[in-house]
């Protein structure tokens, strides 16, 4: 069974550019989240999907970020404009629906590098 | 706000050596906690899922186990491929399908030969 994939997996822009990031979580788990870690710190929520609703965005740091699940599939996290604090690695989780404690499973991060 | 501590930041042992991982939690109800672990350059990979208080889970070297206040991750006679960020977390928020993590900042393990 194919694992969560991101993509891509590096992305260095300038400062004020947009860039957008791609999960696609594994194949039948409705739940899909998005986390960021930024230098030095933990892992930090970002949003949570139901299918194509958004569930819980309150980890979403401001309205630079944009991020959407059409069809309930795959994903994107778009940043515009980027800000130099918007580094980081952001991975993408998915998992089944499965009551109130579910295994959430990761994929491997895209790391954003803004200059 | 739901909070997670890990210590130590960093833990260097000789293979064989045997030693615990530390993760203490403030929550308001406890519904579970996790182990996973990190590979440089990867994503977080599922070790763990603790559900009460008095649990324990085991696999291979290692053993997790739950309080009421803290888990600890137990490594017996460690191997070298065991170096990794070993990272801890709890569900917050009580939605009827799903909840984000609330993650530790991770125990970073070196083990060497």
């Known amino acids: 069974e194919a694992g969560v994939t991101q993509f891509p997996s590096h992305s260095v822009i300038e400062k004020g550019q947009t860039v957008t990031l791609r999960c696609d979580p594994i194949?039948?788990?409705?739940?899909l989240y998005w986390y960021r870690r930024v230098m030095g710190k933990e892992i930090k929520f970002l949003l949570h999907?139901?299918?194509?609703?958004?569930?819980?965005e309150s980890g979403m740091p401001n309205n630079r970020f944009l991020a959407e699940r059409t069809g309930g599939t795959y994903s994107t996290l778009k940043v515009q404009p980027a800000e130099l604090e918007d580094s980081g690695v952001y991975f993408c989780?998915?998992?089944?629906?499965?009551?109130?404690?579910?295994?959430?499973?990761f994929g491997p991060g895209t790391r954003l590098l803004v200059l | 706000e739901d909070q997670v501590t890990q210590s130590p930041e960093a833990l260097r042992l000789q293979e064989g050596e045997s030693s615990s991982l530390n993760c203490s939690y403030t929550?308001?109800?406890?519904?579970?906690l996790f182990w996973y672990r990190q590979d440089p350059g990867k994503g977080p990979e599922f070790l763990f899922t603790l559900y009460s208080a008095g649990e324990e889970k085991e696999k291979e070297r290692l053993k997790a186990t739950l309080t009421k206040k803290e888990s600890f991750l137990h490594i017996t006679a460690p191997k070298p491929e065991d170096s990794a960020t070993y990272l801890c977390?709890?569900?917050?928020?009580?939605?009827?399908?799903?909840?984000?993590?609330?993650f530790g900042e991770g125990t970073q393990l070196t083990v060497n030969p």
């Open positions: 929550v308001s109800g406890l519904r579970g």
């Open positions: 194949s039948g788990h409705d739940n």
């Open positions: 999907f139901v299918k194509e609703s958004k569930q819980d």
């Open positions: 977390a709890v569900p917050s928020g009580w939605e009827t399908s799903g909840s984000r993590l609330t």
């Open positions: 989780a998915s998992s089944l629906r499965e009551g109130l404690l579910e295994t959430q499973y």
